[in-house]
C-alpha cells in the first residue's frame, strides 16, 4: 500500500499532463527540501521526564518562506509531517500567497499534558528548532491540538533566544502578542466563502443539509458559519464520537459544550458512530478532523453531493477518484482549509508593517482572496475538464514553475 507522502506525490502527478514542466522541476517538488528531527526532553509535573520526538519541515521555499503549522499529536511522525509540509506548499501556491510549505509537528497526546507541561513542550520545540525558523525562513502556525496561548509561548521563547521582538516568526498569536484579528475563525470562514461559491457554480440549492466530522477549532466554525446562513447541520463529531439529528443540531448549545471541554454527545443527541456519520444522506460533507477519513472502505457508500476539505488529506487518493466517478464535487484541502493560512499571512504582513487592520478589513481582504483561487481553480477545472483537485494541482504547478524555472 502507497504511504501518505506516496499518495501526495501521485496526486501532484496527475496535474503533471496540464502544466509544462522541466524534469528538474518536478524532482525538486517531489522531495521535501530539508528537515529537522529532535528528542524533546519535556519535566512532568510529577518529576519524571519524557523525551518526546519532534519534527520540522521545509518542503519548499520556492515562492518564499515555508509556512505551516505545528500538529501536537500522538499520531504524528515523519511520513505524515512530510505530507502535511508538502501540501502547504500547494496551499500557498494556490492561494497566490508568497510563501512556500513547512509543517511542524510534536509526537505526544496533548490530552494528558497539563497546562504548565504544555508550555515546557512548546518551549522545547522552539528551543530545538530556533535556527531553522524565522520571519524570513519559516513561519510556523497553529494546527491540530495547538492554538493561540501555545504560540504565544512559542514566540516568547523565540524572542529569548534571538533577543528581540520577532512577531513576525509565528502566526496564529493571540492578538495581544501581535496576532491578527480574525485569525481564529479564518480556516472556516475561508471555507464557508469557498462553499458559497461552490453552490453558486454547482447550483446547489439554498437550504442544504450538511454532516461536519470533527468539532475543533475549524469545524465548530464552520457547522456555526452554515447555521446563521440557514443550513441544517444534521451531524457533527469530535474525537470521542458523532451524534445526528435530522431536524438539525443545536449548533450554539454544542458550541458552549465545546467550551467546557466537554465532547458533543454530552448533548444527548443521537449518537453515531464516525463511519454513520461520513455516509449520511446529506448534500454536504465537510471532513474538519484529520487525514485518511474518506477512504475505499466508505466512499461508494458516500451520498453527499459536495464533500468540502476543511481537515488536511481527509480523502485518500483511491476514495477520490471513487467519489469522481460518483459526481461527487471535491473542493480539496488545498483550497478549502486554505483561509487559515491566508489570514495568516495578513498577520505576518501587519506584522511587518506594524501596522493592523480591523476585522472587517481582513474578512474582506479574505474573501477577496478565497473568490480569486476559487475562480481560477474552476476555470481550470472547466478547461481541462479535470477534478478540482487536479485543477488546484494545475493552478499551483503554474506558479511553482515561474517560481523554479525562473532561477
Ligand atoms: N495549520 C493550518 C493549515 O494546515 C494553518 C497554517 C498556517 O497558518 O501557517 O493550513
Same mark, same amino acid.
Given at each position: 500500500m502507497a504511504t501518505l507522502y506516496e499518495d501526495a506525490v501521485a496526486q501532484i502527478k496527475k496535474a503533471y499532463p496540464y502544466v509544462t514542466l522541466t524534469d528538474g522541476t518536478k524532482k525538486i517538488i517531489e522531495v521535501p527540501k530539508e528537515m529537522l528531527f529532535a528528542n524533546l526532553a519535556v519535566k512532568r509535573d510529577d518529576n519524571s521526564t519524557e523525551v518526546l520526538p519532534a519534527w520540522r519541515v521545509h518542503?519548499?521555499?520556492?515562492?518564499?518562506p515555508c509556512k505551516g503549522g505545528i500538529r501536537f499529536h500522538p499520531d504524528v511522525c515523519e511520513e505524515e509531517v512530510k505530507s502535511l509540509g508538502l501540501w502547504m506548499t500547494f496551499k500557498c501556491a494556490v492561494m497566490g500567497l508568497p510563501y512556500g510549505g513547512g509543517k511542524g509537528g510534536v509526537k505526544f497526546? =496533548? +490530552? +494528558?499534558?497539563?497546562q504548565r507541561e504544555m508550555e515546557a513542550v512548546s518551549r522545547a520545540y522552539v528551543r530545538a528548532m530556533a535556527d531553522f525558523? &524565522? =520571519?524570513?525562513k519559516d513561519v510556523p502556525a497553529p494546527d491540530v491540538y495547538t492554538n493561540s496561548t501555545i504560540m504565544a509561548w512559542m514566540l516568547d521563547e523565540y524572542n529569548t533566544i534571538k533577543r528581540g521582538s520577532f %512577531?513576525?516568526? /509565528?502566526? &496564529? +498569536?493571540p492578538e495581544g502578542a501581535g496576532g491578527s484579528k480574525g485569525r481564529g475563525v479564518a480556516t472556516a470562514l475561508g471555507g464557508f466563502y469557498v462553499f458559497q461559491d461552490a453552490v453558486k457554480a454547482l447550483g446547489l440549492g439554498e437550504k442544504l443539509t450538511v454532516a461536519v466530522q470533527g468539532f475543533g477549532n475549524a469545524g465548530m466554525h464552520m457547522a456555526k458559519y452554515l447555521h446563521e446562513a440557514?443550513? *441544517? /447541520?444534521i451531524a457533527v463529531s469530535d474525537s470521542h464520537g458523532g451524534i445526528y439529528n435530522k431536524d438539525g443540531l443545536n449548533i450554539p448549545k454544542l458550541m458552549d459544550i465545546k467550551k467546557q471541554d +466537554? %465532547?458533543?454527545k454530552d448533548s444527548r443527541e443521537k449518537t453515531i458512530t464516525n463511519e454513520e456519520l461520513l455516509t449520511l444522506q446529506c448534500d454536504v460533507l465537510v471532513p474538519?478532523?484529520?487525514?485518511?477519513?474518506? *477512504?475505499v472502505k466508505n466512499a461508494a457508500n458516500i451520498k453527499a453531493k459536495l464533500v468540502l476539505e476543511l481537515?488536511? &488529506? %481527509? *480523502?485518500t487518493l483511491e476514495a477520490d477518484e471513487m467519489l469522481n466517478k460518483k459526481g461527487v464535487t471535491v473542493i480539496p484541502d488545498i483550497l478549502a482549509n486554505a483561509g487559515g493560512v491566508t489570514v495568516s499571512y495578513f498577520e505576518w504582513v501587519q506584522n511587518r508593517m506594524g501596522y493592523y487592520w480591523s476585522e472587517q478589513e481582513v474578512f474582506e481582504k479574505l474573501k477577496v482572496k478565497m473568490a480569486e483561487s476559487f475562480s481560477q481553480v474552476h476555470q481550470a477545472g472547466k478547461q481541462h475538464k479535470i477534478s478540482m483537485r487536479t485543477a488546484a494541482y494545475v493552478v499551483a504547478l503554474e506558479r511553482l514553475k515561474a517560481a523554479i524555472e525562473s532561477k
Open positions: 518542503h519548499s521555499n520556492a515562492l518564499g497526546d =496533548p +490530552k +494528558k499534558y497539563s525558523v &524565522g =520571519p524570513d %512577531p513576525a516568526f /509565528i502566526t &496564529g +498569536k440557514g443550513h *441544517t /447541520i +466537554k %465532547p458533543v474538519a478532523a484529520l487525514e485518511n477519513q474518506i *477512504t481537515a488536511n &488529506g %481527509p *480523502t
